[in-house]
C-alpha cells in the first residue's frame, strides 16, 4: 500500500521552493513589460506538456514536447533583455555590497571621495529654474559604452559646469552627464531607455532613460525635470522624487561615503 503514495524527499521540497524562488524572480522582472504576456503563454503551454504526459496522450506529447524543445532557442532570442537583466540582478556588486558590509569585507569605490555637496548644489539651482538634467553616476561598472556615446569631458566636478552644460542652449545639454571616479567624464551621452509599460504617464523621456540605465547597470541617476523642476533619484530600476535637501545625504549613503 506504502507504494500507492507518493514519495516526498526533502531534496523534492528543496527543488520546488528553488523552482517557485526562480519563476518569481522572472515574474518580477518581466512585469510590466510586454514578454510578460508571452512568459505566461509559455508557462501555460508546459503545463498543459505536463497534464498531456501524465495522461499518456503519446501524439500530443510528442508535438507539445518538440514545440518545447525548439523553442528553446527561440526563448533566448526573445528574452536576451530580460536573461541579461536576471543574471546581473545575480552577480551585481550592488547585491553583494550589503554582505561586504555585514563581514566587513573588501570594497573599491573609486566615488568615496565624489563631492557630492556640488553636485546637490547644481541640481537644486537647475530644479529653482526647472532646467532640465540627467545625471549618472557611476558604481562598479563603468559604463564605458554609454559613455562612447557622447562628448568626452573629463573635467572636474563643479556646480556651475554641470548647470553649463545642461543650459538649454548649450550643444551638450540634451542627453546624459556622466559622472566617474570625481570626474565629469563626458556629457550629451545616449542612454537606453526602459520597455515598462507601467511608468507613470507625467515621466518624460528623461526618467525613462534614467530608469533604462539603471535597470542594467551599477549606477545612480539623477534627473531633474524641465516641466516641474522635482528631482528624481533612480537606483536598480526604481525612480522616486525626493526634496532637493536629501541629495547629498542619499548619494553619500549609496555611494559608501563617509564624511
Not at 568626452?152 to 538649454?168: H, M, R
Request: net charge neutral; hydrophobic share 45%; charged share 20%.
Amino acid at each position: 500500500m506504502l507504494n500507492l503514495f507518493i514519495q516526498i524527499r526533502v531534496i523534492d521540497v528543496i527543488d520546488i521552493i528553488l523552482v517557485a524562488v526562480l519563476l518569481y524572480g522572472f515574474y518580477r522582472l518581466l512585469k510590466g513589460t510586454s514578454a510578460m504576456n508571452i512568459f505566461l503563454g509559455i508557462v501555460a503551454v508546459f503545463l498543459i506538456w505536463q497534464v498531456v504526459k501524465v495522461l499518456q496522450m503519446e501524439l500530443l506529447s510528442t508535438i507539445l514536447g518538440a514545440f518545447v524543445s525548439v523553442g528553446f532557442i527561440a526563448l533566448i532570442i526573445i528574452f536576451q533583455p530580460e536573461i541579461r537583466r536576471f543574471l546581473f540582478t545575480i552577480g551585481t556588486e550592488t547585491r553583494s555590497r550589503s554582505v561586504s558590509k555585514r563581514f566587513k569585507l573588501f570594497s573599491v569605490n573609486d566615488n568615496r571621495q565624489l563631492d557630492t555637496e556640488k553636485i546637490s548644489k547644481a541640481c537644486s539651482n537647475m530644479s529653482d529654474i526647472k532646467q532640465g538634467a540627467l545625471i549618472v553616476i557611476t558604481r562598479q561598472n563603468k559604463l564605458d559604452d554609454i559613455a562612447s556615446t557622447g562628448v568626452d569631458i573629463d573635467a572636474e566636478v563643479t556646480s556651475p559646469l554641470i548647470e553649463n552644460i545642461f543650459f538649454k542652449n548649450s550643444p551638450l545639454h540634451d542627453g546624459a552627464m556622466i559622472i566617474s571616479s570625481n570626474r565629469i567624464r563626458s556629457a550629451r551621452c545616449i542612454l537606453p531607455v526602459t520597455d515598462k509599460t507601467n511608468i507613470p504617464g507625467h515621466y518624460g523621456l528623461r526618467h525613462r532613460a534614467a530608469i533604462g540605465v539603471t535597470e542594467d547597470n551599477d549606477c545612480i541617476a539623477l534627473v531633474v525635470s524641465e516641466e516641474t523642476g522635482n528631482i528624481s533619484l533612480v537606483m536598480d530600476g526604481e525612480i522616486q522624487t525626493i526634496n532637493k535637501n536629501e541629495i547629498k545625504g542619499l548619494l553619500d549613503k549609496e555611494l559608501d561615503i563617509i564624511r
